[in-house]
């Protein structure tokens, strides 16, 4: 499996925390426009998404620290699923969500970071709204899994060269595969990159 249960909820409860958050970014993410690496603040690498890594505690005071530098806010969300209550931090600019940075399962560390808008740069040189043919060679699934209970419809995958930056994919069109099946490389290659997800080293 490319990603655990847990990760899966996570992502999950991110998404729908998100959607709520700022409604200007929605029609920001789907700009066909990106920062470049020289003017972004904030860049995704391997090692971690601008001051975050795998050092970083989570807890929202290290958090907001990390990024005082910056014009952003930080806030620490609750959500609740299957009746136990998860938090979720926010970081944002007045008008996009950035990122949503999730915990392990004892609230301690970093499990995963979410980037959810093109203000972000990405070391590796991809974008969000950039199609999956785009991305990988043809004929290539790159360590692929089809989403599977609330990501239904959705395929992620292992960046190109990267153990630990995911590419989480959607189709446009709404068209419908299989639940639990890749849809065929021809769909797939028309594809949009949706979301990104960094998740440390350990």
């Known amino acids: 499996m490319l990603l655990s249960s847990y990760m899966y909820r996570f992502i999950l409860l991110t998404f729908f925390i998100s959607l709520s958050a700022c409604q200007k970014s929605d029609n920001h993410n789907q700009d066909n426009k990106s920062v470049s690496l020289k003017n972004a603040e904030l860049v995704i690498s391997e090692a971690g998404v601008g001051p ?3 050092q970083t505690p989570f807890n929202i005071h290290d958090i907001t ?3 005082q530098k910056y014009d952003y806010h930080v806030e620490e969300l609750k959500t609740t699923t299957e009746g136990e209550s998860y ?3 926010r970081v944002s600019t007045d008008t996009h969500v950035l990122l ?3 915990p392990d399962t004892k609230q301690q560390k ?3 970071v979410i980037v959810k808008d093109k ?3 990405n070391s590796l040189g991809h ?3 950039m199609k999956y043919g785009s991305i990988y060679s043809y004929g290539r699934t790159e360590q692929c899994t089809p989403g599977s209970e609330g990501l239904s419809g959705k395929v992620l995958c292992y960046a190109p060269k990267s153990a630990n930056v995911i590419y989480m994919f959607g189709d446009k069109e709404e068209n419908n595969f299989p639940d639990g099946e890749l849809p065929p490389i021809d769909a797939l290659s028309e594809w949009d990159l949706e979301a990104i997800i960094w998740k440390p080293k350990r």
């Open 119 to 121: 203000h972000v740069g």
């Open 87 to 89: 938090p979720v931090i």
């Open 100 to 102: 949503l940075i999730n």
């Open 110 to 112: 970093i499990f995963s």
């Open 127 to 129: 974008w969000l709204g």
């Open 52 to 54: 975050i890594n795998a």
């Open 65 to 67: 620290q990390a990024f």
